[in-house]
C-alpha cells in the first residue's frame, strides 16, 4: 500500500470489493484513518470506497484477484533486490485458491514474474500456474505528485499467462482505467516494455548531462544552447539534472542485470547510468570551485540546500540524488543545511543520516536550488538575498531563474 499500491487499491475499491494489504501494522492503522503515509492522497480519497486494510496475510484468501505492487529496489552494488517481490509471492502463494489470479505491477526485468515468481507460487499453493490459477503482469504507471495524470486517465497495459487471462484481467482493470487498456502479447513483452520506458528516459537525460559538462568547460550556457537548439522541429526537449527516484534511476539497473546474466554487456545503458550517477559529484565540484575562487575555503563555508526528495512537490526521498550531492559536498568538509517542507525529517534521518532545518537561516556562502518544489518558486532575487552573505553563489540545478537577472546581484551558475 504504497505510492503504487495504495492509489490503486482505492480505485479498485470503486468499482469491487478490495482487500488492502501491507505488512506494516502502523501504516494500516494510518489508512484505516483514511491517512495517506506516502502523503500523496488527500483524506477524501478513501470516502465511499469498498477496501478493507489489513496487515494479517489469513485476509488475503478471501480475495480471488490478488495484485502485487510492492517496491523493486537495487541494493548498495546496483544489483536488482528481488527480496521484496519474491517475499509477496510467498504471501500470496499461501493464499491461492483454485480459479484465483495473480498480477504483478512491481518493475522487473524480462522473465522475473514466469520464472522467479511462478515457481514460489506453484510451491507454497500445490497448484499449478495455468491449470489452477492464472498470472499476468500489469506496469504500474503511477507518476507521484501529478494531479492531472491519475491511475483512471493512464493508457493501462496489461499481459496474461494465456488468451483467457489477458481477457479478463483487461476486463478487471478495464472496469476502472477510463483511458483503455492494452494487451500486450505476452508477460515479458510486458515486463520488457516497462523497463525500457525508464531506461530511455535515462539515456536521453544522462545525453544533456553529459552536454551541461562539455559546455561548462566551454563556458557556455546549456540552457541557451537547448534554448537555440529547441528551434528545430524535430529536436527533442530534454534538460539536464539530478536522476533519482525509485523508476529512472533504478530500472535501467534491472535490464542490464538480466542482459548481463545472459551474456552481453550493455554498453549504452550503463553509460548513460555512469554519466547521471556521477552528476551530484559534478556539481559539488564546481560550487566547490566557485567558492574557492571567491577565497571562500570549503570548511568555513555554509551551504542551504532546498530539496532533498528525489523530484518536485512529493514526499519520496527513495534513491534521492540530491542526498548524493550533499555527502559530496561533505567530502569537500562544507557544512549543509537541508530545508524541504515536504520531506519527512525522521525519514531523512534514517535514511540519509542528515539532520534538516525547519526554516532557512541566513548568512549562507551558497543556496542551491536542487528542487522545484512550488514553494521554492516564490523564492525571488530578494527573498534569495536575505539568506546570504555578501558576494554569494547561486546553483540553480532546476534552470528556475532567468541568468540575467541574477548574474548582476550574485555568482549564478546552472546545468
Same mark, same amino acid.
Given at each position: 500500500?504504497?505510492?503504487?499500491?495504495?492509489?490503486?487499491?482505492?480505485?479498485?475499491?470503486?468499482?469491487?470489493?478490495?482487500?488492502?494489504?501491507?505488512?506494516?501494522?502502523?501504516?494500516?492503522?494510518?489508512?484505516?484513518?483514511?491517512?495517506?503515509?506516502?502523503?500523496?492522497?488527500?483524506?477524501?480519497?478513501?470516502?465511499?470506497?469498498?477496501?478493507?486494510?489489513?496487515?494479517?496475510?489469513?485476509?488475503?484468501?478471501?480475495?480471488?484477484?490478488?495484485?502485487?505492487?510492492?517496491?523493486?529496489?537495487?541494493?548498495?552494488?546496483?544489483?536488482?533486490?528481488?527480496?521484496?517481490?519474491?517475499?509477496?509471492?510467498?504471501?500470496?502463494?499461501?493464499?491461492?485458491?483454485?480459479?484465483?489470479?495473480?498480477?504483478?505491477?512491481?518493475?522487473?526485468?524480462?522473465?522475473?514474474?514466469?520464472?522467479?515468481?511462478?515457481?514460489?507460487?506453484?510451491?507454497?499453493?500445490?497448484?499449478?500456474?495455468?491449470?489452477?490459477?492464472?498470472?499476468?503482469?500489469?506496469?504500474?504507471?503511477?507518476?507521484?505528485?501529478?494531479?492531472?495524470?491519475?491511475?483512471?486517465?493512464?493508457?493501462?497495459?496489461?499481459?496474461?499467462?494465456?488468451?483467457?487471462?489477458?481477457?479478463?484481467?483487461?476486463?478487471?482493470?478495464?472496469?476502472?482505467?477510463?483511458?483503455?487498456?492494452?494487451?500486450?502479447?505476452?508477460?515479458?513483452?510486458?515486463?520488457?516494455?516497462?523497463?525500457?520506458?525508464?531506461?530511455?528516459?535515462?539515456?536521453?537525460?544522462?545525453?544533456?548531462?553529459?552536454?551541461?559538462?562539455?559546455?561548462?568547460?566551454?563556458?557556455?550556457?546549456?540552457?541557451?544552447?537547448?534554448?537555440?537548439?529547441?528551434? /528545430?522541429?524535430?529536436? !527533442?526537449?530534454?534538460?539536464?539534472? @539530478?536522476?533519482?527516484?525509485?523508476?529512472?534511476? %533504478? #530500472?535501467?539497473?534491472? &535490464?542490464?542485470?538480466?542482459?548481463?546474466?545472459?551474456?552481453?554487456?550493455?554498453?549504452?545503458?550503463?553509460?548513460?547510468?555512469?554519466?547521471?550517477?556521477?552528476?551530484?559529484?559534478?556539481?559539488?565540484?564546481?560550487?566547490?570551485?566557485?567558492?574557492?575562487?571567491?577565497?571562500?575555503?570549503?570548511?568555513?563555508?555554509?551551504?542551504?540546500?532546498?530539496?532533498?526528495?528525489?523530484?518536485?512537490?512529493?514526499?519520496?526521498?527513495?534513491?534521492?540524488?540530491?542526498?548524493?550531492?550533499?555527502?559530496?559536498?561533505?567530502?569537500?568538509?562544507?557544512?549543509?543545511?537541508?530545508?524541504?517542507?515536504?520531506?519527512?525529517?525522521?525519514?531523512?534521518?534514517?535514511?540519509?543520516?542528515?539532520?534538516?532545518?525547519?526554516?532557512?537561516?541566513?548568512?549562507?556562502?551558497?543556496?542551491?536550488?536542487?528542487?522545484?518544489?512550488?514553494?521554492? /518558486?516564490?523564492?525571488? !532575487?530578494?527573498?534569495?538575498?536575505? @539568506?546570504?552573505?555578501?558576494?554569494?553563489?547561486? %546553483? #540553480?540545478?532546476?534552470? &528556475?531563474?532567468?541568468?540575467?537577472?541574477?548574474?548582476?546581484?550574485?555568482?549564478?551558475?546552472?546545468?
Amino acid at each position: 500500500m504504497g505510492y503504487v499500491g495504495l492509489p490503486l487499491a482505492l480505485e479498485f475499491a470503486s468499482a469491487f470489493r478490495v482487500i488492502g494489504f501491507d505488512i506494516s501494522a502502523e501504516r494500516v492503522a494510518m489508512m484505516r484513518n483514511s491517512q495517506d503515509p506516502s502523503r500523496e492522497l488527500a483524506p477524501e480519497a478513501f470516502a465511499g470506497r469498498d477496501i478493507l486494510f489489513t496487515s494479517d496475510p489469513d485476509d488475503l484468501k478471501q480475495a480471488h484477484f490478488h495484485v502485487v505492487a510492492v517496491p523493486t529496489p537495487i541494493d548498495i552494488h546496483k544489483v536488482p533486490n528481488l527480496n521484496p517481490v519474491i517475499s509477496a509471492s510467498h504471501s500470496v502463494g499461501k493464499a491461492l485458491k483454485k480459479g484465483d489470479y495473480v498480477i504483478f505491477e512491481s518493475t522487473v526485468y524480462p522473465g522475473c514474474t514466469e520464472e522467479d515468481c511462478v515457481p514460489i507460487l506453484e510451491r507454497e499453493s500445490g497448484l499449478v500456474m495455468g491449470e489452477d490459477f492464472k498470472v499476468g503482469y500489469s506496469p504500474e504507471r503511477i507518476n507521484p505528485g501529478d494531479k492531472e495524470r491519475t491511475i483512471a486517465s493512464i493508457l493501462k497495459i496489461v499481459s496474461g499467462c494465456d488468451e483467457e487471462s489477458l481477457e479478463e484481467i483487461a476486463l478487471v482493470y478495464g472496469a476502472i482505467i477510463k483511458a483503455g487498456i492494452y494487451k500486450a502479447s505476452s508477460i515479458k513483452v510486458a515486463e520488457a516494455a516497462k523497463v525500457i520506458e525508464n531506461t530511455q528516459r535515462d539515456l536521453n537525460i544522462s545525453l544533456m548531462n553529459e552536454l551541461a559538462m562539455i559546455f561548462d568547460r566551454m563556458g557556455i550556457d546549456t540552457q541557451e544552447v537547448l534554448k537555440a537548439a529547441g528551434t /528545430k522541429w524535430n529536436f !527533442i526537449k530534454l534538460q539536464p539534472g @539530478l536522476v533519482g527516484g525509485h523508476c529512472i534511476g %533504478v #530500472d535501467p539497473y534491472y &535490464l542490464i542485470h538480466k542482459a548481463m546474466a545472459l551474456g552481453f554487456d550493455p554498453q549504452v545503458i550503463n553509460s548513460g547510468r555512469r554519466i547521471n550517477d556521477l552528476m551530484p559529484a559534478f556539481v559539488a565540484k564546481k560550487l566547490t570551485q566557485l567558492l574557492i575562487g571567491k577565497g571562500k575555503y570549503p570548511q568555513h563555508t555554509r551551504v542551504l540546500v532546498m530539496g532533498i526528495t528525489f523530484k518536485e512537490n512529493v514526499s519520496d526521498i527513495r534513491n534521492s540524488k540530491v542526498a548524493d550531492l550533499i555527502t559530496e559536498l561533505n567530502l569537500f568538509a562544507i557544512r549543509t543545511d537541508i530545508l524541504d517542507p515536504h520531506a519527512d525529517p525522521e525519514e531523512v534521518k534514517k535514511q540519509y543520516g542528515f539532520d534538516m532545518v525547519s526554516e532557512p537561516g541566513d548568512q549562507y556562502d551558497a543556496v542551491i536550488v536542487a528542487v522545484n518544489h512550488d514553494v521554492f /518558486k516564490k523564492y525571488d !532575487i530578494a527573498a534569495l538575498k536575505l @539568506l546570504m552573505k555578501e558576494d554569494p553563489v547561486l %546553483v #540553480d540545478i532546476k534552470a &528556475l531563474y532567468d541568468r540575467q537577472e541574477m548574474e548582476g546581484e550574485m555568482t549564478y551558475w546552472r546545468l
